[in-house]
């Protein structure tokens, strides 16, 4: 895999929907995993190590084709597709189980404290790079090949074979060009026509008669053309580097034989622009990705098919092509193998990832739709927080959006008739927080009344001081705790 800078993570998004809409609270979101049936961080309902939570079909955001979103801004650098399922043997019965994965690179960086502003007449110095964290999502128990197979409609992730896109049959733009006709009778322009030679052909041409001049070759050659046939008209061509060589250019406006159709590219990213040259249906090419679909794009790269004439490159970008009128390949690279991207795929929040698949335990009585999602880094995280602190300090308080529960702070078990008049006090019952917990303080907030109280306590001193506390079932919180650890991110910790 080639090794490149991965851009820093700017958004985040969540990784399934709730229902048929975007998720947009977090509280959705640990509601639902409370639910799961196991697949808890860090450990799994076995005792045993597990890196990551379980979104299964008892937290109500996974059904059959389920989409999996990508969860910030970062780079595919690989991914494994089954063909099918494979099969578990226990005795006499087969458990099906998903090995498809995709692994996303991500960088987080401390944001940059604001530039002095220069002197007059100064140029301002360029940003001092800022301490970046790499860690990594990973998407597991993914579709089978088999099932997209099955279900056409269904859509395909951009980073298969690299992210490579091809023109659909529905786009409409017209390929045109100059016909080259046969000498009758003296009248080049009255003969039969013998081919349509497609925008950017170069026409090396010999005698000249009434504005005709007789072909002598093409290129690109035409099969249907032999050297030295026929004859095409002047002023429907432009000068070449050579004296008897012409192009065809955008003067010629006869219909290809038969009609061929493909999409326009453009000057520059609208539509009003000038068209550059088409690309012929079926042609395969890379484009830019800025995460917004249904837009122009870079055209970055021909994969397979000849544009109708040749582009050059300006700066690496051959143009601006309509995104609405390009399909995903609809095959992966390879299937039943791990395959690493040669050059990573940049993804924003949110991009299709793929789809949830099947998995069965011994025990299930049939398959069930499940996603595995975990977040690590094989950096140094304590390193990277303890470099976050300062600027997190400096913070609004607006911006200040998680609550940290130190280790051993009591939890008290709520009990009936705790109330703002009557509240909990820390020699009531309680259990010991075992780790630093942190909570999002709008999930806090989005709690109903009568889970709310605040309470005067004194921190770190005889100085008494305001606090919004907040209390639950202690079953609550140990249930919340378990399961959506892993998710909120083990690299908070």
Request: aromatic share 8%; hydrophobic share 35%; proline share 9%.
């Amino acid at each position: 895999m080639t090794e490149t800078t991965t851009s820093k993570v700017e958004k985040w998004a969540y990784p399934l929907k709730v229902g048929t809409v975007e998720a947009t609270d977090p509280q959705q979101f640990y509601k639902a995993l409370a639910k799961a049936k196991d697949g808890y961080y860090p450990l799994g309902a076995n005792g045993l190590w597990h890196g990551g939570v379980h979104f299964d079909e008892d937290t109500g955001l996974v059904k059959d084709l389920t989409e999996v979103r990508c969860i910030a801004d970062g780079e595919v650098v690989a991914y494994r597709i089954d063909e099918a399922y494979p099969k578990s043997d226990f005795g006499s019965s087969h458990s099906v189980f998903s090995t498809g994965f995709v692994l996303v690179k991500h960088r987080l960086e401390v944001p940059a404290p604001p530039a002095p502003a220069p002197a007059p007449g100064v140029q301002p110095a360029a940003a001092a790079p800022q301490p970046s964290l790499t860690f990594f999502s990973l998407y597991m128990h993914l579709l089978d090949w088999q099932t997209y197979n099955e279900t056409p409609a269904l859509g395909r992730p951009a980073f298969w074979s690299g992210g490579t896109w091809q023109v659909k049959s529905t786009a409409k733009d017209e390929i045109l060009g100059l016909r080259v006709r046969q000498e009758q009778k003296g009248k080049p322009g009255y003969g039969t026509v013998l081919a349509v030679l497609p925008r950017g052909t170069i026409v090396e041409t010999g005698e000249e008669d009434h504005g005709w001049l007789k072909v002598v070759s093409v290129t690109p050659a035409d099969a249907s053309l032999p050297p030295g046939t026929g004859w095409v008209f002047k002023k429907e061509m432009t000068a070449g580097t050579t004296p008897n060589s012409y192009v065809i250019g955008s003067a010629a406006k006869d219909a290809m034989t038969p009609p061929q159709k493909g999409l326009a590219v453009h000057a520059a990213a609208n539509q009003s622009s000038a068209t550059t040259s088409i690309l012929p249906i079926g042609t395969q090419v890379k484009i830019g990705n800025d995460g917004t679909s249904g837009k122009y794009q870079k055209l970055l790269e021909i994969v397979s098919g000849n544009p109708r004439p040749a582009l050059t490159a300006a700066n690496g970008v051959l143009g601006y092509i309509w995104e609405g009128l390009l399909e995903t390949k609809s095959e992966p690279a390879e299937k039943n193998a791990v395959h690493v991207l040669e050059r990573p795929f940049p993804v924003k929040a949110g991009s299709l990832i793929g789809h949830v698949g099947k998995y069965q335990n011994h025990s299930d009585p049939a398959p069930k739709n499940l996603l595995h999602l975990e977040v690590f880094s094989c950096e140094d995280v304590k390193v990277f927080t303890e470099l976050s602190k300062p600027k997190a300090a400096s913070l609004p308080a607006k911006e200040k959006t998680l609550l940290k529960i130190p280790k051993d702070s009591p939890l008290i078990t709520h009990v009936q008739g705790m109330s703002a008049t009557n509240p909990p006090k820390v020699t009531d019952a309680h259990k010991k927080v075992g780790f630093d917990y942190l909570v999002p303080v709008g999930v806090l907030e989005a709690l109903p009344a009568d889970k709310k109280i605040k309470v005067p306590i004194v921190m770190g001193g005889p100085r008494p001081t305001r606090f919004g506390g907040v209390w639950m079932d202690y079953s609550e919180m140990r249930r919340a705790t378990k399961s959506t650890a892993g998710l909120r991110s083990r690299i908070s910790r």
